[in-house]
């Protein structure tokens, strides 16, 4: 990572989920994310968004260093395509973009990864009792087991 992207997130101090934390957990397996470069240090990002449509971003410290050469700070924005999983129709069922995390992951100061869920792996679930079942035996003939 570069000094720059490694100053920057040492500077955060919070991620905002635009549809709120729980819900963003619950709905989204992987959101992606970028760098957006910004005069802000708070606030979601004014800049036309084209990569998609932003779930969250980061906000920075009040006292945060700009981080580019042209005076702007460089913050996490985390957004999803219309052809992601979670929106209708999407692609990616059993598969991420290069750029996916969980969000289940990512915290301020915290890059995130991704998991088995984000990647499209669900877990197998358990399997049900046969529901062929075992040959009962009879009972002996005069009511006493022996």
Do not use: C
């Not at 709905?27 to 992606?32: E, G, N, P, S, T």
């Not at 240090?41 to 980061?58: D, F, H, L, N, V």
């Amino acid at each position: 990572m570069s000094d720059a992207s490694t100053r920057s997130l040492s500077q955060e101090v919070k991620i905002v989920w635009v549809e709120g934390k729980d819900d963003t957990e619950e709905k989204y397996d992987y959101v992606r994310w970028m760098w957006e470069k910004t005069r802000n240090k708070t606030g979601k990002p004014s800049g036309a968004m084209r990569a998609g449509r932003i779930i969250g971003y980061a906000e920075l410290e009040e006292n945060a260093e700009p981080t580019e050469p042209s005076r702007r700070y460089r913050r996490r924005v985390f957004y999803v395509k219309d052809n992601d999983r979670s929106e209708p129709g999407g692609q990616y069922q059993d598969a991420t973009p290069h750029e996916a995390v969980d969000p289940r992951t990512v915290r301020a100061g915290v890059h995130g990864r991704l998991t088995n869920r984000a990647r499209g792996r669900r877990p197998v679930p358990p399997k049900a009792p046969s529901s062929v079942a075992a040959p009962e035996s009879e009972p002996p003939s005069d009511g006493m087991l022996s």
